[in-house]
């Protein structure tokens, strides 16, 4: 049998063209005997349209489904190896396979260590697993890449970002090693005295004084810490001499005061963050500074020029140190940051001192945490 409408050899008992869709009658069959077949109608004229459309669409299909997989495969050729280590990776953190993805951005870092996405996707997998010290080393790692690379356009938020994370990371270390508090075990010196708000007042709003807290336990180098506190200075600067001397962040290998005037209180020999409000002509900037000493107060490593070392206001300071590195952070900002080589072991303390120009020179909430060395070398 052939369809009479375009010929197409039909089977035997079909009811359509297999090629044009036309309707086969069987001999003897009218129109008449179709319509009446009421209930039939509806489904016989929706079928003899389907195989139309379908006789259409399934050329079509395999055109895009041509085109589509051609796409794909020269999509696959050009994604950057780093970007489908990154899509990898997203995907195991999704399935949770958090070992996967950790390798996965490793490898992405082992391409280009100088962009950000793999060390900040590292972070995001360490958090996600609640692993601080792991969170902790990328955030690190990710600093040291804007090191050694910076662009010039790094935008500040990036920065800001980064570091809130930091300090979020080593609030919940704190939680867990448990931080020592220096209200709970510390020795002082000079005229430094604890005060019923647990403040610490180094020295008063006098000439010539000068005191020093330090925690009663050293702290072990190697495995990295934090330290954290708030301090404020002033109240000098309508005085002959002005706002004096400032104070001093020491690691030092033992505890101890030092001179007054210039000298801060600090140690001498032992390495310390002084954030200075005197200038003295004997190696200081000209200007109030906080600055990295390295065995005594005329010896600065590094400084920035800054008021807030005496501004009669509360700042909050954090002093990280990892892998002989040591960076400071005042009001969430970093400030300085050097290559320092502690001994394996240091006592935390805190001097002040005023000379004949003077300040008041408080200090609170300052606490100190190691961290485990351990994950952060991995
Ligand atoms: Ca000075
Ligand atoms: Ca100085």
């Known amino acids: 049998m052939f369809c009479i409408r375009c010929g197409n050899p039909i089977e035997d008992g079909g009811k359509f063209c297999t090629k044009c869709g036309a309707e086969i009658k069987m001999p003897g069959e009218t129109p008449a005997e179709i319509t009446a077949a009421a209930p039939a109608e509806v489904p016989i004229r929706k079928k003899s349209r389907l195989p139309l459309l379908l006789l259409l669409l399934i050329p079509l299909t395999g055109v895009i489904v041509f085109l589509v997989l051609i796409g794909f495969r020269k999509t696959e050729e050009k994604e950057d190896p780093y970007d489908r280590k990154l899509r990898m990776a997203a995907r195991y953190l999704e399935e949770l396979d958090y070992d996967r993805a950790i390798a996965a951005y490793q490898e992405a870092i082992e391409i280009d260590p100088s962009r950000e996405e793999a060390y900040l996707g590292l972070a995001d997998v360490y ?19 804007w090191d050694r690379d910076t662009p010039e356009d790094l935008p500040e938020d990036a920065i800001k970002e980064v570091h809130e994370r930091l300090e979020m990371a080593y609030a919940r270390l704190l939680d867990e090693a448990g931080a020592v508090n220096l209200t709970e075990a510390l020795t002082m010196y000079g005229e430094a005295r604890l005060t019923e708000d647990e403040e610490i007042v180094l020295t008063d709003l006098e000439t010539w004084q000068s005191g020093s807290v330090w925690l009663e336990q050293k702290f072990n180098t190697k495995n990295g810490f934090a330290v954290f506190f708030s301090f404020q200075a002033g109240g000098g600067r309508e005085y002959d001499f002005g706002g004096a001397d400032g104070i001093v962040v020491t690691f030092a290998d033992r505890m101890g005061l030092g001179g007054q005037g210039e000298n801060l209180g600090f140690v001498e020999g032992s390495y310390g963050i002084e954030f200075d409000s005197f200038y003295y002509n004997d190696g200081d900037p000209e200007g109030k500074h906080i600055a990295f000493i390295d065995g005594s107060t005329s010896n600065h490593v590094s400084y920035v020029l800054d008021d807030r070392v005496d501004d009669s206001r509360w700042h909050r300071a954090s002093v990280l140190y990892i892998n002989n590195r ?12 050097e290559q320092v080589k502690l001994p394996d072991e240091v006592c935390i303390g805190i001097t002040a001192a005023t000379g004949d120009g003077m300040n008041h020179h408080w200090i609170k909430d300052f606490e100190v945490t190691e961290a485990s060395l351990e994950k952060q070398q991995r």
């Open 127 to 145: 958090e996600e697993m609640e692993d601080y010290t792991g969170l902790i080393s990328y955030l690190e790692q990710l600093e040291k890449s």
């Open 326 to 337: 040591m960076d400071l952070y005042v009001d969430g900002e970093k400030l300085l940051s």
